[in-house]
């Protein structure tokens, strides 16, 4: 079951719990106290086993310090700020429950999503379901390392 808008605290214990640098834990609270970003979880079994935050500004790569480098901004547009799924369910179809979700309720919209080069599970799913790299970049973020973005499409 997905549930829109509602626990938060579990948001924050599976962040906590599970979080592997990809997500700073600054830009997780902002998802999560951002109002006008919806907060997507992932309930089976009573157990909270993932969430997606999404962001409906259009200006969701100056609110993440990335660079800008898309074409023709449309209007309708849908940032997958976070996505997370426990560890303990990983590879069990979490991240997809959520991601299709998301993309079915807002079909006319154009999904982005910035995912770490390294992270290669996340690039699968999205890959899954149709994003394609439209650009990379190489920049100073989480924690100061240097890493390698790449910034992903959905557009219908």
């Not at 979490?94 to 982005?112: C, P, R, V, W």
């Not at 290669?120 to 650009?135: D, M, N, P, Q, V």
Request: glycine fraction near 4%.
């Amino acid at each position: 079951m997905i549930i829109e808008n509602n626990n938060y605290d579990d948001i924050r214990k599976l962040y906590v719990n599970n979080n592997e640098n990809y997500i700073t834990e600054e830009s997780n609270e902002y998802g999560i106290q951002d109002e006008n970003m919806l907060k997507l979880v992932c309930i089976e079994d009573d157990i909270t086993k993932g969430y997606v935050i999404i962001c409906f500004d259009k200006n969701f790569c100056e609110l993440e310090e990335y660079p800008n480098k898309i074409k023709y901004m449309p209007d309708k547009v849908a940032y997958i700020w976070a996505i997370l799924t426990d560890k303990k369910y990983a590879g069990k179809g979490i991240g997809s429950k959520l991601l299709e979700y998301a993309i079915e309720k807002f079909y006319d919209y154009t999904f982005y999503s910035c995912i770490e080069e390294e992270n290669t599970a996340s690039i699968k799913l999205h890959e899954k379901f149709g994003f394609r790299e439209i650009y990379n970049f190489k920049g100073k973020y989480f924690d100061n390392r240097i890493s390698n973005e790449i910034m992903f499409e959905l557009r219908r």
